[in-house]
């Protein structure tokens, strides 16, 4: 399985992943000319975009990516959240799996301050299995045969009082980051 990280952070997220049948971006929270950018000007190629959950920074170019006609699937509240609609919007259900061409997928709940879901993602063309969260505090379920785990920890509690301290975010965030966040300290 081939798998691009486009963004990973605060001010956007968004992977591409394909098995050489089937690609998918698994969020899309940079505008889509970086997107586009990113995978080589091949938009047409993208069978689909699987969003975690609603906040801008994984779910920015939603709105774009449809107008370009790529199929978008997110918990309904992702949507309702967005304003949007149509033939485009897939709403999906934790543990109900779903397939896109050749990939098989199951979302699953995730523990964060919005509702939020992570995904098992499982190649029928080559068997593999992908498991990928984001924004979340801990994941409550366990994968057996996974090949790949492309999760985001994305604070330390030094770092988060160093930014405090240096006044680039106010301390109230502090609580939200450390309960909503899985931290990359040991």
Known sequence: MKIKVLASSSKGNCHYISDGQTSLLLDAGIPIKQIQVGIGFRLRDISGVLITHRHNDHSKAIPDLIKAGVDVYALDDVFKAKGISGHRCHSILPLNQFTVGSMSIMP?????????????????YSGEKLLYFTDTHYVKYTFQGLNYILAECNFSKE????????????HSLKKRLINTHMSIDV
Request: proline share 7%; net charge negative; aromatic share 6%.
């Open 108 to 124: 699953f709940d995730c523990v964060h301050d919005v509702p939020n879901c992570g995904f098992l993602i499982t190649s029928n």
């Open 159 to 170: 770092a988060i009082d160093k930014s405090i301290a240096d006044g680039r975010i106010p």
